[in-house]
């Protein structure tokens, strides 16, 4: 079975400072892996996915992610974060599947606190 | 907004009672998906339904059970609710058209169950 850890719990950035969020996951194979965020009192939305070539993936909102397979590592970025980037994100990965549509796992997620 | 309503947004009922929480996919979307965000649990899997039939099934309890019904909308019913139930619940949706092609599900705003 698959599982993901985000080994930060808490991460507070400067706003206009970068991001790196973490994410390593345990698969036997590589899996369809995805980043969502989740702002207070709101559902979950998808920054981005990867499910195989470029290991540099552009998402919405100025987000990037790297795969690595050596290090199971799928990190999210942002070059400059905004007070508006303030919420809970959270990495999932799904194994694949003929029928394509698999559960997602999610990690325990990572809050982020922007400060002015 | 992603197209996937849940109602009601809020519910706050006892211990030893049953509720039902609904969820109406996307147009044209065949699978929906039942995800519990808890405290202590994180964001898990409960189960999915694909065209009305249950296609996969994970940390669902006994106590638990679900249908999708021929408008495709779906119904999580939980019954003799204990304190512990208390959480986010969210419905997600996809079109699942399967040919190993991964479709992404696209979350409600949730359902917030407090048991009291």
């Known amino acids: 079975a698959q599982s993901v850890t985000q080994p930060d719990i808490h991460i507070t950035v400067s706003e206009g400072a970068s991001l790196e969020l973490r994410c390593n996951y345990s698969?036997?194979?590589?899996?369809?892996l995805f980043w969502y965020v989740q702002s207070p009192g709101q559902g979950l939305q998808l920054l981005l996915k990867y499910f195989s070539g470029d290991t540099l993936v552009q998402g919405i909102k100025g987000f990037e992610a790297e795969f690595k397979r050596s290090q199971s590592s799928f990190n999210l970025r942002k070059p400059s974060v905004h007070w508006s980037d303030a919420a809970e994100y959270f990495c999932?990965?799904?194994?694949?599947?003929?029928?394509?549509?698999?559960?997602?796992?999610f990690g325990t997620g990572t809050r982020l606190t922007i400060i002015p | 907004d992603s197209g996937v309503t849940q109602t009601p947004k809020h519910l706050i009922t006892a211990t030893g009672q049953r509720v039902t929480l609904r969820c109406s996919p996307r147009?044209?979307?065949?699978?929906v998906y039942w995800y519990q965000q808890s405290l202590d649990q994180g964001l898990q899997f409960l189960i999915q339904?694909?065209?009305?039939?249950?296609?996969a099934k994970g940390n669902i309890l006994e106590r638990f059970s679900a249908q999708q019904f021929p408008d495709l909308h779906s119904e999580l019913n939980l019954s003799s609710l204990e304190l512990g139930d208390s959480a986010l619940y969210f419905c997600?949706?996809?079109?699942?058209?399967?040919?190993?092609?991964?479709?992404?599900?696209?979350f409600g705003p949730g359902t917030r169950l407090t048991v009291l």
């Open positions: 698969y036997g194979a590589t899996p369809y």
């Open positions: 339904y694909y065209n009305g039939e249950e296609r």
């Open positions: 999932a990965v799904a194994a694949p599947s003929n029928f394509g549509n698999e559960k997602l796992t």
């Open positions: 147009s044209g979307d065949l699978s």
């Open positions: 997600a949706s996809s079109v699942a058209k399967g040919g190993g092609n991964y479709n992404e599900q696209f």
